[in-house]
């Protein structure tokens, strides 16, 4: 193999673990209308499984996996039991934290479907700025009911670093 052959030719889906899968299916379906793909229980994987090819101590079980269709994409929605996690979901900022950035080409029907899905939006949406500026270019931040963060964004003409 030789350093100039692709490793990979895209992406599969992004795997998120929730603190309640039924409230995360409930939250991408009625937010997004995302579809459902599959959804199954738990299990219990044997201990070695669970070190070795998970890197997660023995006793953690999983409570279900959803798959879930996005525009776009696919997400994977994952409850585990017997972990020891934190009370609250890590914030963007923080080692650990992350987002959720989705194109939105309505912002204000995607803000009233967040929040009518149980979600919050986080202030206004802002004009983008530097490399990302253009006509009509926003953003805004979001939360799910568990926390985890959600950008939306809107670039109608595009962004200033595509077209240079």
């Not at 309640?20 to 997004?32: C, S, V, W």
């Not at 914030?91 to 934290?97: A, D, F, N």
């Not at 964004?153 to 200033?160: E, L, Q, T």
Request: charged share 15%; hydrophobic share 40%; net charge negative.
């Amino acid at each position: 193999m030789t350093t100039s052959e692709v490793a990979i030719s895209g992406m599969d889906h992004v795997g998120l673990t929730v603190p309640d899968l039924e409230q995360a299916i409930d939250f991408f379906t009625a937010a997004f209308n995302a579809e459902v793909l599959f959804h199954h229980g738990g299990y219990q994987p044997r201990a070695q499984v669970n070190r070795e090819n998970f890197n997660r101590p023995e006793h953690v079980s999983i409570v279900g996996i959803a798959m879930i269709q996005m525009p776009q994409f696919r997400l994977e929605l994952l409850q585990y039991r017997g972990a020891a996690t934190d009370a609250r979901f890590p914030i963007t900022h923080e080692p650990g934290g992350h987002q959720l950035s989705l194109y939105a080409p309505d912002m204000d029907v995607a803000m009233a479907r967040i929040e009518l899905a149980g979600g919050r939006v986080l202030g206004s949406p802002m004009s983008m700025s530097g490399p990302e500026a253009g006509d009509g270019n926003q953003f805004v931040y979001c939360q799910t009911p568990w926390g985890l963060a959600i950008e939306l964004v809107h670039y109608p003409h595009g962004k200033a670093y595509e077209q240079a």
